[in-house]
């Protein structure tokens, strides 16, 4: 049942009395100029203002003569009138925030002020992704922003949507999950494939026409019951294009390769069989593509090599498994399996770099002494023999009892990465350490509990090496001729100084002062990265930090990374799982053999795919984490949870549950102790009665009263509402 709304009523009389010349020249000007190419008289615009009062009414017609004569519009013979005023024409893709409007982001940022509002009627059926024309209108709109409307659809970002059947005596409906598509897609009785009330499936548009609410679509697969495990992670591959197996002709070719390497092969690498080597990763991992070797020099210095799995040796040009790899671009870790790049013969196989094999490399090593300056450095192709496999629980472990295989060699390679990150940090890199949330699950997928990924030292020491071996390979290219050759960087602008602001003043409400001038951004992002170490906040402040940076990207521009505070920097070390990867160590092995460079343009493209794949990867991790976050707050005690205010929007405040970092949302339509306003400009609610105010940072306590697997949401309520219903809990 529904609750009451307190929302007061506006005193504003429905019909505008306002008579002032000017105030209604300007009104009936912005119409025209809002409706360019279509022409009216004074009683269309008179309807069209909704002009209600006689006095106005009468000043419409003299007031656009008058504009007339000014040379404001154009006025036909038969006393139709119309904008002289020609609009801007821009091409962009749609973001469909909401089923009322959406905004165009233009494909040139300079080309306007900002994203483009377009009301839904007059987005020509364009959806979420879609590339289109515009028009856009000479004056701002009542939103103070840019207004336009679509002229032309140029490219569907997609055509197929996941979603549940909803079916009825004569018609069918699909209700897709993807949030931005905010319409139902009709399907003839028999295009349903069989589907069943209620059943997910995949529906392909066939038509929309001209005048209909909703597009018609066909079902194309049926996933299966709505709820079960396997149909909601079916659903979320589905949703984000992920694809459900390996294509035939790939397969083939990995599984065809030879897994013997030549005697030639060997001579032409360095050999590093007999140097102590080990990798360590995650327990349940199989694709080792990083390895680390390690020997004192005469000299009293150390070598250290990063040897990585050498894909490009297997996975040539113009092969269907080259294609097939582009095209994914990147492996894709759901909540419960793993989407690799490459097929297992190779990712879990030939690549891999498992111990006691005989395996292809390329490496970066270091001659380092110390106290982690580094003397000298190789890159080229090696071949290895790991010694052994360690999980990175089992590493530390021996860290830490200092005992156990090769507990030396981990203790000095840890002491040196512990030095070469405080260089890091001294340098101006920013420390972000973001919360990950891991879930135990039983056979059927239900999840059992919720675990914080925990980062120890282990993982700091791998991480500093590849950001070592990554760093070197990219300024080893740039400094041959300047930058002038073409590679793949991986780089990562300085922040927006107005996210920045926006970002230090929430810091401030749980009393964290930031310095974000130009020199000390890094240093005052380091020390607040410190401060709020196992505090409650820490998952808010983390995720709001890197959302007010600039996205990292993959570009063939030599540009610096300002995360890292590196000049140039980019990605060697995980060809297995990432394309750009294989793309670097393609550029790598040209150079290396006297090449001459490339021409950039296709270069450039393949970053961008990267890019979006690399997007859509991390979206579709997102979605199935928040799948289980759903289900799990389901299963879970029913109590009051407190929770941190990490959203504040007019329709809804968005809190995080403080113990499980789920996050949920309380609709304003549901908070009736009071009328609340949204105050833009400070993120917050404010009771238009109680002058109660809802900021983001507040710590609160909430319940959870309904979750929704289908659109992965949870709703909640603040704990001490007064017409909260005790255990009262319903869920879909």
């Known amino acids: 049942m529904g609750r009451k709304s307190n929302r007061k009523k506006s005193n504003r009389p429905k019909g505008n009395k306002q008579t002032d ?26 309807k069209k203002l909704e002009i209600r009062d006689s006095l106005t009414k009468g000043a419409v017609e003299p007031t656009l003569h008058q504009l007339a004569e000014n040379g404001s519009i154009s006025k036909t013979p038969r006393n139709y009138f119309s904008s002289n005023q020609e609009p801007g024409f821009i091409t962009g893709t749609i973001d469909n925030v909401n089923p009322r409007f959406a905004y165009v982001i ?134 984000f294009g992920l694809p459900f197996e390996y294509p035939e002709q790939p397969d083939q070719e990995a599984n065809a390769i030879s897994e013997e390497i030549s005697k030639k092969e060997i001579q032409a690498r360095r050999d590093f069989r007999e140097v102590t080597t080990f990798t360590i990763d995650p327990v349940d ?59 297992e013969r190779l990712s879990n196989g030939l690549c891999s770099l498992r111990p006691k094999e005989d395996k292809l490399t390329f490496a970066c090593v270091f001659e380092i002494d110390d106290q982690a300056k580094i003397h000298n450095h190789w890159i080229g192709r090696t071949i290895i023999h790991s010694d052994r496999r360690f999980a990175y629980e089992e590493a530390q472990d021996n860290i830490d009892k200092q005992s156990g295989d090769f507990f030396k060699e981990l203790t000095t390679l840890n002491d040196l990465a512990k030095k070469i990150r405080k260089k890091r940090f001294d340098h101006g890199a920013v420390n ?5 949330v891991k879930f ?40 041959k001729r300047s930058g002038a050759d073409t590679f793949v960087y991986r780089t990562h602008d300085s922040p927006d100084p107005e996210k920045l602001e926006t970002f230090s003043n929430f810091a401030k409400r749980f009393g964290h002062q930031i310095e974000i001038g130009e020199s000390k951004i890094s240093a005052g992002l380091n020390k607040l990265m410190d401060e709020i170490q196992g505090k409650p906040e820490q998952n808010v402040l983390e995720q709001l930090a890197i959302r007010s940076m600039a996205k990292a990207k993959y570009t063939t521009e030599p540009k610096g990374h300002f995360g890292l505070a590196f000049a140039h920097y980019t990605h060697f070390t995980s060809p297995i799982r990432r394309y750009p990867d294989m793309m670097v160590h393609r550029l790598l092995e040209h150079y290396l053999e006297g090449g001459k460079s490339p021409d950039p343009e296709s270069w450039e493209q393949k970053c961008v795919h990267s890019s979006e794949r690399e997007k859509r990867a991390a979206d579709a991790e997102r979605a199935s984490i928040k799948y289980k976050q759903v289900e799990y707050m389901a299963l879970a005690e029913v109590k009051d949870y407190e929770g941190i205010v990490s959203g504040v929007t007019e329709w809804g405040v968005f809190v995080e549950i403080t113990e499980t970092k789920c996050e949920g949302m309380i609709r ?19 009771g238009s009665r109680s002058k109660k105010m809802i900021t983001l940072g507040d710590k609160v306590m909430v319940r959870v009263v309904n979750t929704d697997i289908d659109r992965r949401t949870i709703d909640l309520e603040f704990a001490d509402n007064d017409e909260k219903k005790s255990g009262s809990r319903a869920f879909n």
């Open 668 to 686: 304003v339509q549901d908070m009736t102790d009071d009328y609340y306003e949204f105050d833009e400009k400070n993120m917050r609610l404010i």
């Open 106 to 239: 233009p494909d040139d940022p300079k080309a306007t002020e900002g994203d483009i509002l377009v009301k839904e009627s007059d987005l020509k059926q364009a959806l979420d992704g879609d590339r289109v024309r515009i028009m856009v209108y000479p004056q701002k709109g009542r939103t103070g922003r840019l207004e336009g409307k679509v002229l032309e659809i140029l490219q569907r970002d997609r055509d197929e949507f996941v979603g549940r059947v909803e079916i009825s005596p004569r018609f069918a409906f699909v209700v897709p999950d993807f949030k931005k598509m905010h319409k139902d897609i009709f399907v003839h009785r028999g295009d349903l494939m069989g589907a069943e009330h209620n059943e997910k499936v995949i529906v392909k548009l066939t038509e929309w026409r001209e005048g209909d609410k909703n597009p018609t679509g066909k079902v194309t697969r049926v996933l299966g019951k709505a709820g079960l495990h396997e149909v909601e992670i079916h659903s979320i591959m589905a949703e």
């Open 432 to 436: 972000f350490e973001t919360v990950e």
């Open 440 to 479: 135990k699950l039983d056979e059927k997928g239900t999840p059992l509990g919720l675990m914080i990924k925990e980062r120890k030292d282990i993982h700091k020491m791998i991480e500093e090496f590849m950001l070592l071996a990554n760093k070197y390979v990219a300024e080893f290219i740039f400094k």
């Open 21 to 46: 010349a000017a105030s209604l020249a300007r009104r009936v000007l912005q119409f025209l100029n809002n409706n360019y190419g279509q022409e009216f008289n004074a009683k269309h615009i008179i």
């Open 285 to 343: 991992a199989k694709d080792f593509d990083d390895a680390i070797s390690f020997r004192k020099l005469e000299n009293g210095n150390l070598e250290v090599g990063v040897h990585i799995a050498d894909v490009t040796h297997y996975v040539k040009p113009k092969t269907e498994l080259e294609k097939e790899a582009y095209n994914r671009a990147t492996s894709v870790y759901l909540v419960d399996r793993t989407i690799p790049m490459l097929p």
